[in-house]
T-cell receptor, first 112, second 110 residues
Framework: DTAVSQTPKYLVTQMGNDKSIKCEQNLGHDTMYWYKQDSKKFLKIMFSYNNKELIINETVPNRFSPKSPDKAHLNLHINSLELGDSAVYFC???????????FGSGTRLTVV | RKEVEQDPGPFNVPEGATVAFNCTYSNSASQSFFWYRQDCRKEPKLLMSVYSSGNEDGRFTAQLNRASQYISLLIRDSKLSDSATYLCVVINQAGTALIFGKGTTLSVSS
C-alpha cells in the first residue's frame, strides 16, 4: 500500500499548456510538500501545506498554484508551461519535520 | 554561502572500502539533520537522522559538529548496493521544511 502516491508518473506536454499533478498520502500526516528537482539534481522546496493551510510559498512563479482539498491531498496546477518547468516534481509528507519526510515516487515533467 | 554544501563527487570506491562524506550548513540555529539516499530516477529515502552525540546504524555512522556546522556520514565495508547519491539535509530556520544539499554521488565497484 503506497504511502505517498503521485500521478501521473510521466507527463510530456507542449509549451503553453496547463497541467496538474496529484498527490495523496495515507500516512495520516498533517503536512505535505512539493519539491522540484531540476536537471542538476538540486532538490528545492516549492510549497508546504499544514492541514490544508499554506505554510511555505517559496519564490515560485505565479503560474504554479497548489491546492489542498484535505490534509491527505496536495495537488499542483501549472499554467502556461515553459521549457524551464521541465523537472521531476516530488510530493512529500511528514507528521513533524524533525522526523524527516516520506516522498512520493515523483512526476517527471517534460515540456517540449 | 549556500544553506547546505556537499562535495558532489563522484566517489568511486571498491567493494569493502570505507568512504566518508562531509557536509556544511549555514544556519547555526538548525536543530534537525538527516542523511537521505537517492537512487537513480527514484525518490529520496531517509537513510538516518543525525544526532548531536553521533549515531550508528549498521555500517553507517553519522556525526554532527555544531561548532563547525559540519555533518559527516561514514560508510564501512561498502557494498555494490550502496551506489547512490547521498543527500545532506538540514531543517530550515523556521523548522518548517527540509533543505537539501546537492548530494554526493557514490559508485561502488567489484
Amino acid at each position: 500500500d503506497t504511502a505517498v502516491s503521485q500521478t501521473p508518473k510521466y507527463l510530456v506536454t507542449q509549451m503553453g499548456n496547463d497541467k496538474s499533478i496529484k498527490c495523496e498520502q495515507n500516512l495520516g500526516h498533517d503536512t505535505m510538500y512539493w519539491y522540484k528537482q531540476d536537471s542538476k539534481k538540486f532538490l528545492k522546496i516549492m510549497f508546504s501545506y499544514n492541514n490544508k493551510e499554506l505554510i511555505i510559498n517559496e519564490t515560485v512563479p505565479n503560474r504554479f498554484s497548489p491546492k489542498s482539498p484535505d490534509k491527505a491531498h496536495l495537488n499542483l496546477h501549472i499554467n502556461s508551461l515553459e521549457l524551464g518547468d521541465s523537472a521531476v516534481y516530488f510530493c512529500a509528507s511528514s507528521q513533524d519535520s524533525t522526523y524527516g519526510y516520506t516522498f512520493g515516487s515523483g512526476t517527471r515533467l517534460t515540456v517540449v | 554561502r549556500k544553506e547546505v554544501e556537499q562535495d558532489p563527487g563522484p566517489f568511486n570506491v571498491p567493494e569493502g572500502a570505507t568512504v566518508a562524506f562531509n557536509c556544511t550548513y549555514s544556519n547555526s540555529a538548525s536543530q534537525s539533520f538527516f542523511w537521505y539516499r537517492q537512487d537513480c530516477r527514484k525518490e529520496p529515502k531517509l537513510l538516518m537522522s543525525v544526532y548531536s552525540s553521533g549515531n550508528e546504524d549498521g555500517r553507517f555512522t553519522a556525526q554532527l559538529n555544531r561548532a563547525s556546522q559540519y555533518i559527516s556520514l561514514l560508510i564501512r565495508d561498502s557494498k555494490l548496493s550502496d551506489s547512490a547519491t547521498y543527500l545532506c539535509v538540514v531543517i530550515n530556520q523556521a523548522g518548517t521544511a527540509l533543505i537539501f544539499g546537492k548530494g554526493t554521488t557514490l559508485s561502488v565497484s567489484s
